[in-house]
């Protein structure tokens, strides 16, 4: 992966939607990790359903896949009662090129079910089914994060497979707030052709350059390719 902080290209990713009222995924400078720009989908007082995709899909490491990382804010309309949301986001993944969708937890094809794949930043709430969310009944990330938080995605399960991944926010037929902050997100380089790394650490793994990730930043430090 190359560490995509939203400040060049927006190749990487392709955005998609419905919903009358609002808008899908654009760049903002509304509020951002790493310096100035982030993608955000913002929270309308109406149905609306955004995407934002990966462009490529990513070969995962038959050996050593290590994990996917990204850096959000969210500030969504939630209950007062604990663990339950009315908008928020979800990360999603597709084994067949995006014909088919499943929320970063669940299972699909040959890959199961797993309740601890999101190492760091789980989903905080459960979206409720009465107000016509198209995330109804799902986790989420929903309410006020406060402060852009690291999320980490497991992708042993993926080992040795092609995947798609996308955000997906998604709000219900009532009440506005700000919406969803992403940044600093580990993306297939589009312009360097393929898969440069993954994770943390600094190796070459399976002839796949590992970028050096600053725990505390979480930029990249060394983007070099395999040769």
Do not use: C, K, M
Request: glycine share 14%; no cysteine.
């Amino acid at each position: 992966f190359s560490v995509d902080d939203v400040e060049g290209t927006t190749d990487n990713f392709v955005v998609s939607g419905t919903g009358d009222v609002g808008a899908n995924f654009v760049v903002s400078t509304l509020q951002a990790r790493s310096p100035t720009h982030s993608w955000f989908a913002v929270d309308p007082a109406n149905l609306s359903d955004r995407r934002l995709t990966y462009a490529s899909a990513v070969p995962v490491p038959a050996v050593s896949p290590g994990s996917l990382n990204f850096w959000h804010r969210y500030d969504t309309e939630a209950s007062s009662t604990a663990g339950v949301g009315y908008d928020g986001g979800v990360f999603e993944y597709s084994l067949d090129g995006g014909v088919t969708w499943s929320d970063i937890l669940a299972a699909q094809g040959t890959v199961p079910a797993n309740a601890g794949r999101i190492t760091a930043g789980p989903y905080n709430r459960t979206i409720s089914s009465s107000f016509g969310s198209a995330l109804a009944g799902r986790q989420a990330w929903s309410g006020d994060s406060g402060a852009f938080i690291q999320t980490s995605v497991s992708l042993a399960d993926f080992a040795g497979r092609s995947v798609t991944f996308r955000f997906r926010f998604a709000s219900d037929n009532s009440v506005a707030d700000t919406g969803w902050f992403i940044d600093d997100i580990d993306a297939v380089d589009t312009v360097g052709g393929g898969f440069n790394g993954l994770g943390q650490g600094g190796e070459i793994r399976d002839g796949f350059a590992v970028h050096l990730i600053d725990d505390e930043t979480g930029h990249a430090l060394v983007s070099d390719s395999a040769g």
